[in-house]
DNA sequence: TCACAAATTTAATCCAGATTCATTTTATAC
DNA sequence: GTATAAAATGAATCTGGATTAAATTTGTGA
């Protein structure tokens, strides 16, 4: 007769795999990748490292797994959030300040999800992920520029511009010091930078032509 | 006696030093740090992979001077353009603009020094690096701020934002696709948005009101 | 020329962490 | 219960790259 698991073991297995992926991203979270490596993992998922295996082919697999899961939650979110009813401005604001204040949560799980690089398969990932965070701003830089709410402007670059901002604003200060007072200020400060960038005064008040700029 | 080096010799050491230094910033600039390995280092510099121990007690040791120096340049190129005349909202966008420029030229390098981590050690330095980079933009802004010419704004969040943001439009991009035509046009997306960024209206008040624009 | 110091080479060694595998334990079918 | 399949263990292996060291070559001072 054919071998067939249990109901009850089946759950459990899933049950394994989900304990898996917590710890991953716990530790994550915890230290970044550095922190997570294999042993790491299978320990705090209560596993021994030969088990993990069973569950995902390699490390790379493993974290491709977390970062995608958690990314896709993020956008999501954000997602829900450029969806609601307002003007681009403060759906934008809302978007930046949602987002902004999830990573100061977990600032090492922000960074290793936004930038800290572990294997060329995972950067890959990565990669998608960052895409798809840029694609959820686009959507708002596009209709605000659409209403002629935002002064014409590049909505890829924007796009872009904005994630990078607040990553190199926010992530950077894995530090300890984190005091919430700062935090507000913080957030306050990202979010109007990325609302006057999108919504300042039209800026091409130079014409293309005269460039006598520096290069060096 | 006491054994003295020639001066040739000197000179040839000197030589060497220089020309392990150079191979790795070459290295990082056509692959960042993964393909910069000790290995490919001294075999890039002509030299085997002990005598790179003569000169440097390790690899982080290495890459701290090729970082600390590659910045060092690059603040002295951005600090002569903030100090020339002009508005502060020219001389933002002539830095931004040379900064962009240089970081297209190579990617993978301008990425290592920003981003990419090797090593703890390194990573430190970096730190004090971006610091660098991000007082150099802390300046001008807090000119334009003192004059009147920028909305009230916080300068560490906007330098730092500033930075980041040109990281993120400028670096992801290390795939080949780099047609010169393109970079024209990113690199001037990304000096308007940050200029509009720093320039905008002030942000407390939110006018919907679509703005007057000028021509992209 | 010789003797010794320094520089260089090459081939280990070391290390950390991912991956595997022989063995043991647990679950399923009868 | 027994026999077999699957799952789990944890120690052993494998790997890639930094580091070290013994042996060799080159430079310096007599």
């Given amino acids: 007769m054919a071998y067939q698991r249990s109901a009850l073991m089946q759950e459990r297995l899933a049950e394994n795999r ?6 991953a991203r716990t530790l994550v979270a915890q230290g970044g990748f550095r922190e997570a490596s294999i042993n790491a993992v299978a320990a705090a998922a209560g596993l021994s490292t030969g088990a993990l295996y ?11 797994e977390v970062l995608t899961e958690a990314v896709r939650r993020e956008c999501d979110i954000l997602r829900e959030i450029i969806a609601r009813p ?9 978007a930046v300040e949602s987002f902004a204040r999830r ?37 708002v830089l596009g209709q605000g520029l659409a209403s002629g709410e935002f002064p014409p402007q590049s909505v890829d670059v924007a796009a872009a511009c904005i994630v990078g901002a607040f990553t190199e604003a ?3 200060p894995v530090a300890p010091t984190t ?19 999108v919504a300042g005064p039209s800026t091409t008040m130079r014409p293309a032509a005269p460039r006598k700029r520096a290069k060096a």
Same sequence: chains 1, 2.
Avoid: N
Avoid at 54 to 64: H, I, W
Avoid at 86 to 94: M, P, S
């Fill in 103 to 139: 990573a100061l949560e977990g600032p090492h799980l922000a960074y290793a999800f936004i930038a800290e690089p572990i294997d060329p398969e995972v950067d890959a990932a990565r990669i998608l992920c960052r895409q798809e965070f840029s694609d959820v701003f686009k959507t």
């Fill in 170 to 172: 926010l992530v950077r």
């Fill in 54 to 64: 069973r569950y995902f082919p390699s490390k790379a697999d493993l974290f491709v």
């Fill in 179 to 197: 005091p919430r007072s700062k935090d507000e200020k913080l957030v306050e400060a990202i979010v109007d930078f990325c609302a006057r960038a």
């Fill in 18 to 23: 989900e304990r898996i992926l917590r710890a």
């Fill in 86 to 94: 307002g003007t681009a401005d403060q759906r934008l604001r809302a």
